[in-house]
């Protein structure tokens, strides 16, 4: 039982992993940018629709 004492202290902190990063055009930026808009436009259209196989 003298155990209990060890099981409720604070695990020991890890270290950080190096972040990693990538470099990409101001192109592929923008590229990226209106992908994710069209990508929220359709789901919010999407919200408003019928669920496919509807009820018969």
Do not use: C, W
């Not at 695990?11 to 992908?35: F, G, I, N």
């Amino acid at each position: 039982m003298n155990d209990t004492t060890n099981q409720f202290k604070k695990a020991p902190k890890r270290k950080k992993e190096k972040a990693r990063s990538v470099s990409v055009s101001p192109e592929m930026r923008q590229a990226y940018a209106d992908l994710i808009k069209e990508r929220e436009e359709r789901e919010a259209y999407a919200q408003h629709l019928p669920a496919e196989g509807g009820k018969r």
